[in-house]
């Protein structure tokens, strides 16, 4: 089993993320993580999916999703090819003599603190998953209240694009 | 020019070349069924949505256009819901059109409210959700381009009620269909057709698996001339029957849990398999070794998703199976199967073919009833069946000529298909040519009401029911897998079906010995319209040539 992201061009309409997602679920596949957000052209979306499978599974996949009438284009992308972020938002418990050790590893990751109260700091990191984990790994002694996460949005290295066929 | 809604729809129906709507009318799409009498169109009442989904493509397959059902919202367009899930699994071109609650009461759950594109997301090509109407014209073109083009399907439409009955301007001219998600597959590579003729060259004991995907790339002619050009043993799918004639000497039978043992045994003995639009489905493959094992795998079809889906072949080919043929049949041109393969295949086909017979003995024998009728129709007729032993015995016992004249639900396997399928090739076919449907006392009850839409419309089918007051196929199967702990299979309690086709204005008979077999089929034939024969079998007449040969797969068939 290896990563896969699969970087998905469709059309901008109601619907698509279900036929999207449906397919996944119909078909036994499963989505590790998923991300979807207008492009630059307001009529195409991009959706990102990292999915979990060896090479013929994962090529099924993006056989299957051509099929889909609002999907206009599709690359399967390694983790070597890309860059590759995701997005947390942490809430994490705090005491007057915790707080500027929180803050400390915060400044480490170069996370943002996006709120704070007496007994909470909220932390948005971005990054890679491994990044993300190894975060919170380290803030998990100090309790976190509640977690908020975005799955991965990639884009290939270099000069390659996905881009649509005229 | 101003157009209601329902108005642009029945007009881009009519430019589309529709001629019949098969269809049951509600308050939302009653706009529709109001604006199609006004048209060259046909609307054809059935007795239940279901109904006219399979009626649509009984039409469909006989027209090899998209047939078109309408439904109402809610329940009527769940109703519709087996049809289109028959169809997609068949690769029917459907065009099935919904009524939908008013736009403003979408998501209120109105009554008959039901997310009809949402379930039915799963089991069409596309569908669409109506939410302007200057739409309508474009959206109604794509569905029929997409419905008909490359691997084809079913399209569901819903079009919630406000939008029909309100006016647009309609566009003078229609837009081209341009869809920049739709990738139809260009011509075959030639390097990979050339790689097929190499295999095929180096192989001992090659052998075609035919399917569905020779009949709807329109290639019968194409696949017909290799098969005699290259002398290669042809087997088939329960959806290719028929693109070689059933009778012919390079043809060997149907392969698969129900298929003939001399086809399967061919099919095991072959180191080069050549499979020409074929899913390869589980009961395809059940009883044969694993594909991948035994010897050379080509793979050629239409839809790329199915290549390496079910099994990994050794050669793929993405393509139309005639553009495929008029590339690979050339590059065979000197060449024939050896002869001593050919000579084995025969002698299979000698050895495990079992004439059926036609000694009486107090039940009618279906095999027996079946090659009769296709000697006393001479095969010019269109058959459809249902879903049961009945399917298995029309498969392997009726002789086939043209694969368009088998109708029946090979891959999602619906009973209640038949009757309604036969009505929509008989709707179609104007009478030019006779329609039997085949039917066990099962299937025939879930859709017989149709009998309704017949004798409404006049249109003629002739009917075959198999009677043995069983399910059959599960009987047989609680027989040889549950010993003999036969649960909810008796249909005891049946009507007297002579009766019930007489109460629908039908001439019917029933016949009990197979020395009656011959003038009853003559009468039938000869009768004026719809026509209801009752032939009574046992309830433990094999599905296979014998029992347990098909569904327990044994040793010696490989």
């Known amino acids: ?166 | 020019m101003r157009l209601t809604g329902a108005e642009m729809v029945v007009k881009t129906l009519e430019k589309n070349g529709v001629k019949i709507v098969f269809g049951y009318p509600g308050a939302a799409n009653c706009p529709i069924i109001d604006k199609l009498s006004f048209s060259s169109i046909k609307h054809i009442l059935t007795r239940n949505e279901q109904g006219a989904a399979h009626m649509a493509s009984g039409y469909a397959r006989v027209t090899r256009q998209a047939g078109v059902c309408t439904a109402t919202s809610g329940p009527g367009a769940t109703n519709l819901i087996t049809g289109i899930a028959t169809a997609y699994m068949d690769s029917i071109p459907m065009i099935a059109l919904t009524g939908q609650v008013a736009t403003n009461l979408i998501g209120k759950d109105a009554f008959q409210e039901v997310d009809i594109t949402g379930a039915t997301l799963p089991f069409t090509k596309h569908s669409y959700l109506i939410k302007d109407g200057l739409d309508i014209p474009r959206v109604v073109n794509e569905a029929f381009h997409i419905a008909t083009t490359g691997r084809p399907g079913p399209v569901l439409i819903d079009f919630p009620m406000d939008i029909l009955k309100a006016e647009f301007d309609y566009p003078d001219e229609d837009e081209e269909v341009s869809i920049r998600g739709y990738k139809l597959v260009a011509r075959a590579n030639e390097s990979q057709v050339k790689k097929v003729a190499e295999a095929i060259r180096s192989a001992k004991k090659p052998v075609v698996l035919a399917g569905g995907g020779i009949v709807i790339s329109d290639a019968t002619a194409e696949f017909r001339k290799f098969v005699k050009e290259t002398d290669i043993p042809v087997v088939s799918t329960m959806m290719g029957i028929g693109t070689v004639p059933t009778n012919s000497p390079r043809y060997y039978g149907m392969i698969g849990s129900h298929g003939a043992k001399r086809a399967n045994m061919i099919f095991n003995r072959a180191d080069l398999v050549i499979v020409m639009g074929s899913r390869l489905g589980d009961r395809t493959v059940a009883n044969v070794k694993g594909l991948e094992d035994s010897g050379k795998l080509i793979h050629i079809d239409v839809d790329p998703a199915e290549i390496g889906k079910n099994v990994q072949p050794h050669i793929p080919v993405v393509g139309d199976i005639k553009d495929v043929l008029e590339q690979l049949t050339p590059l065979l041109k000197d060449y024939k199967a050896d002869k001593s393969w050919t000579d084995e295949a025969d002698e299979l086909k000698r050895r495990f073919t079992h004439e059926p017979s036609g000694e009486d003995n107090g039940f009618i024998n279906p095999k027996y009833f079946l090659s009769r009728l296709a000697e006393k129709t001479k095969s010019d007729v269109y058959l459809t069946t249902e879903v049961g032993q009945n399917q298995i015995w029309c498969a392997n016992y009726f002789t086939f000529l043209s694969p368009e004249t088998l109708l029946t639900s090979g891959g999602f396997g619906t009973m209640g298909y038949g009757l309604p399928a036969a009505i929509g090739a008989s709707a179609a076919l104007g009478g030019a040519k006779p329609v039997i449907a085949v039917m066990g006392d099962g299937s025939f009850q879930m859709d017989l009401p149709e009998m309704g839409t017949m004798a409404q419309w006049d249109i003629p089918v002739k009917m075959v029911l198999f009677r043995n007051n069983r399910l059959g196929m599960v009987h047989e199967h609680q027989f040889l897998l549950y010993k003999s702990n036969y649960q909810a299979v008796s249909i005891e309690g049946s009507p007297d079906f002579e009766m019930l086709a007489k109460a629908y204005g039908f001439d019917s008979a029933t016949i009990k010995e197979n020395s009656e077999i011959d003038a009853a089929i003559d009468k039938m034939l000869a009768a004026d319209g719809s026509y209801l024969l009752v032939a009574d079998v046992s309830p433990f007449e094999p599905t296979g040539d014998a029992l347990n040969e098909s569904i327990l797969p044994k040793k010696e068939d490989n």
Request: glycine fraction near 6%; aromatic fraction near 4%.
């Open chain 1, 1 to 166: 089993m290896e990563r896969y992201t699969l970087s998905v061009l469709v059309e901008n309409n109601p619907g698509v993320l279900s036929r999207v997602v449906g397919l996944f679920s119909r078909r036994g596949f499963n989505i590790h993580s998923l991300s979807v957000g207008t492009t630059q052209d307001p009529h195409v979306s991009r959706i990102t999916i990292e999915v979990n499978g060896d090479a013929q599974t994962v090529e099924q996949v993006s056989k299957q999703l051509s099929k889909i009438m609002e999907v206009i284009k599709i690359k399967t992308l390694r983790d070597s090819e890309i860059v590759k972020r995701g997005l947390a938002l942490v809430k994490v418990k705090v005491t007057s003599k915790t707080r500027s050790e929180v803050i400390e590893i915060t400044s480490v990751f170069r996370a943002n603190i996006v709120d704070i109260s007496s007994n909470t700091l909220t932390v948005e990191i971005t990054g890679h998953d491994r990044k993300i984990g190894a975060f919170l790994e380290l803030v998990e002694p100090y309790g976190i209240e509640e977690i908020s996460r975005t799955g991965m949005t990639a884009l290939e290295r270099g000069t390659n694009t996905l881009k649509i066929d005229k």
